[in-house]
């Protein structure tokens, strides 16, 4: 197996387009396993760690851009003001030695339907940054980035750059079901954003599908119904628990049933949006 250590962005990308088997790591804590565990036996890796500008996040343009190769730990340290649902996501990943060298863009390059920064990035409006040497950058809103189990839209010659994140302009929040609290893949998990300049709410579902999804009908419905001003109707909040649960597409496996997580989906809806929307009341009356 060869091993190629880029030590620039330009290197990197000339590495993939000359070697498209070539599998790139960032952290490894999901490439070594597979390779420890015999799940793929790529004919090279792709070190990105030396790529000095991909763990470095800055504010572009109105945007957070978080660098592919930024560690969850770094998110929860610098991050929660502008991202406090990524933030809380990263929080409850693996344990502290997967949150130091785990990254965002290595969860997006698994794209697990599991992956805990998908639900914060879809809520929030994420897009993905990815380029090739031949082919240029494409901008990928994560509502498009997620394919498949597993799949994403990142072509074989691509290698993914950065996150663009929109900073927080209301309350934010991400629960996830686990069977214990640190180093569990979740059962399922669900993020919401407000939004309240346009008056709108982002969900993210995560763990509950093919692939990580927002609840489209249940976000229009609180863009319909929502008053911005008022405390939140008891009947609206179970409508759109029930809409966010309508949204999920879930399969029984080793973790839990598609039943209890069609259940638990509902709940996690009902529960952050009313966290979300205490902390949106409280601080127009402060
Ligand atoms: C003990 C343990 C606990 C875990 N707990 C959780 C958890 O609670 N929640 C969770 O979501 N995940 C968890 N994971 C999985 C893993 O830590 C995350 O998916 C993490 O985000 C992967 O980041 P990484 O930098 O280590 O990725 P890597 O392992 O380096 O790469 C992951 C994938 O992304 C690709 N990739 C990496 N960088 C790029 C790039 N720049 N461009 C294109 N493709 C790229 C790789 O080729 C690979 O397919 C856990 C893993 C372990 C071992």
Same mark, same amino acid.
């Given at each position: 197996?060869?091993?190629?250590?880029?030590?620039?962005?330009?290197e990197a990308l000339a590495a993939k387009a000359d070697q498209p088997g070539a599998v790139p790591i960032q952290g490894g804590t999901d490439v070594m396993v597979e390779?420890?565990?015999?799940?793929?036996?790529?004919?090279?890796?792709?070190?990105?760690?030396?790529?000095?500008?991909l763990r470095e996040w800055s504010m572009t343009g109105g945007l957070c851009r978080v660098g592919a190769g930024v560690p969850y730990a770094a998110v929860i340290d610098e991050l929660g003001g502008p991202l406090p649902g990524l933030?809380?996501?990263?929080?409850t990943v693996g344990s502290p030695q997967i949150r130091n060298r785990g990254t965002v863009g290595g969860?997006?390059?698994?794209?697990?339907?599991?992956g805990d920064s998908h639900p914060p990035l879809l809520a929030a409006g994420a897009v993905v940054e990815v380029e090739s040497r031949d082919r240029g950058v494409r901008m990928i809103p994560a509502a498009e980035f997620y394919l498949g189990v597993?799949?994403?839209?990142?072509?074989?010659?691509e290698l993914i750059r950065a996150v663009h994140v929109p900073p927080a302009t209301g309350p934010q929040y991400f629960s996830k079901v686990g069977t214990r609290n640190a180093m569990v893949i979740a059962v399922c998990s669900f993020a919401i954003a407000l939004h309240p300049r346009e008056r709108r709410a982002g969900?993210?579902?995560?763990? +509950? *599908?093919?692939?990580?999804?927002?609840a489209l009908e249940a976000e229009e $419905? /609180? +863009? *319909?119904?929502?008053?911005?001003?008022?405390?939140?109707?008891?009947? $609206? /909040?179970?409508r759109f628990g029930e809409l966010c649960a309508r949204a999920a597409a879930p399969i029984d496996d080793v973790r839990g049933t598609a039943a209890y997580r069609v259940h638990a989906i509902g709940v996690l809806a009902r529960r952050t949006l009313t966290w979300a929307w205490n902390d949106h009341l409280e601080k127009r009356a402060a």
């Amino acid at each position: 197996m060869d091993f190629l250590r880029p030590t620039t962005w330009e290197e990197a990308l000339a590495a993939k387009a000359d070697q498209p088997g070539a599998v790139p790591i960032q952290g490894g804590t999901d490439v070594m396993v597979e390779i420890n565990f015999d799940v793929r036996r790529p004919p090279a890796l792709l070190d990105l760690t030396r790529v000095a500008e991909l763990r470095e996040w800055s504010m572009t343009g109105g945007l957070c851009r978080v660098g592919a190769g930024v560690p969850y730990a770094a998110v929860i340290d610098e991050l929660g003001g502008p991202l406090p649902g990524l933030a809380q996501a990263s929080r409850t990943v693996g344990s502290p030695q997967i949150r130091n060298r785990g990254t965002v863009g290595g969860n997006l390059g698994a794209a697990s339907p599991a992956g805990d920064s998908h639900p914060p990035l879809l809520a929030a409006g994420a897009v993905v940054e990815v380029e090739s040497r031949d082919r240029g950058v494409r901008m990928i809103p994560a509502a498009e980035f997620y394919l498949g189990v597993k799949r994403s839209a990142l072509e074989p010659d691509e290698l993914i750059r950065a996150v663009h994140v929109p900073p927080a302009t209301g309350p934010q929040y991400f629960s996830k079901v686990g069977t214990r609290n640190a180093m569990v893949i979740a059962v399922c998990s669900f993020a919401i954003a407000l939004h309240p300049r346009e008056r709108r709410a982002g969900t993210g579902i995560g763990s +509950a *599908a093919p692939t990580p999804r927002r609840a489209l009908e249940a976000e229009e $419905l /609180l +863009a *319909a119904e929502l008053d911005w001003d008022a405390p939140i109707a008891p009947a $609206l /909040l179970k409508r759109f628990g029930e809409l966010c649960a309508r949204a999920a597409a879930p399969i029984d496996d080793v973790r839990g049933t598609a039943a209890y997580r069609v259940h638990a989906i509902g709940v996690l809806a009902r529960r952050t949006l009313t966290w979300a929307w205490n902390d949106h009341l409280e601080k127009r009356a402060a």
